[in-house]
């Protein structure tokens, strides 16, 4: 009965040292899959940001592009707001004299 014991116990110990050792590799796994998950939100977060980033700049390249179209119009509307501004500095000038 004794031996029949202390061969239980030797079973359950091996047993247990293996379970400890499993549990240790599965936390090894489970902390490198958390550090690889905060990786990629983080480089989530950076390409949403740069991807809001663009949109916004393709947003301004249309409107620019509907304002002119080619260079010429876009010369010509220049020259269109300066002659307005030189127009409304005139008349600030007429009105504080």
Do not use: F, W
Not at 22 to 44: F, I, P, T
Not at 68 to 77: F, I, S, Y
Request: charged share 30%; net charge positive; glycine share 2%.
């Amino acid at each position: 009965m004794a031996t029949e014991l202390q061969d239980t116990l030797a079973r359950l110990v091996s047993k247990s040292t293996v379970m400890v050792e499993k549990y240790h590799a599965l936390s090894a796994a489970k902390e490198q899959a958390v550090a690889e998950l905060q990786r990629v939100q983080e480089e989530n977060k950076k390409l949403r940001i740069e991807m809001e980033r663009v949109k916004r700049e393709n947003e301004y390249l249309r409107m620019a592009h509907m304002v002119a179209p080619n260079a010429e119009a876009a010369a010509r509307g220049k020259t269109m707001i300066s002659k307005i501004v030189r127009d409304i500095d005139k008349c600030i000038n007429q009105l504080n004299a």
